[in-house]
């Protein structure tokens, strides 16, 4: 029996997230043309974030592309310029058929296409595909983004709250 490898993907951990927007900043300096904090400030198109970190009912939310099972952005797109990959599930953008119609950003349920309008073509999360660690989530300082598979995370989350829960148990025995 072939047994499929498991994709990883990013996960967030709200309750982890101080909203200091190092993600948006590395992923920024990642999709510059220099890679460098401070030539990227100068570069022309100027670099644009491809996750956005949100404030919304009193928490900071880092919304990212979910590159979904059956993603709205490919199903809109007429030119070919957004295809998802069958083995990763991941979203890729085909500069060169881009035509900056802007359909995939008006039917993403999360708004995380963006526009780079100097050159007319629409932008989204490729998961930094040249890096192991995609820029987001390696700068992240408070373990607030996770990239693992959904087994992984799932495991390391059962057990967090096995150790939350028998600290609790611990502290009750002691009463």
Known sequence: MIELKENK????RLERCMGCRSCEMACAVEHSASKSLFSSITEKP???RLLYVEKAE???VPMICRHCEDAPCVAVCRTGALVQNSLSGV???NEENCIGCWMCAMICPYGVVGRKTEVRMAVKCD?????????CVAACPTGALIYSTQREFA????KEAAARIARE???????
Do not use: D, T, Y
Not at 169 to 175: C, F, P, S
């Open 155 to 158: 495991e390391m989350m059962r």
């Open 169 to 175: 148990a611990r502290g009750l025995a002691k009463a």
């Open 127 to 135: 998961r930094c595909k040249s890096l192991e660690v995609p820029a």
């Open 58 to 60: 009193g928490r900071n």
């Open 91 to 93: 979203v890729e953008r």
């Open 9 to 12: 993907e990013i996960f967030v």
């Open 46 to 48: 100027v670099p644009v």
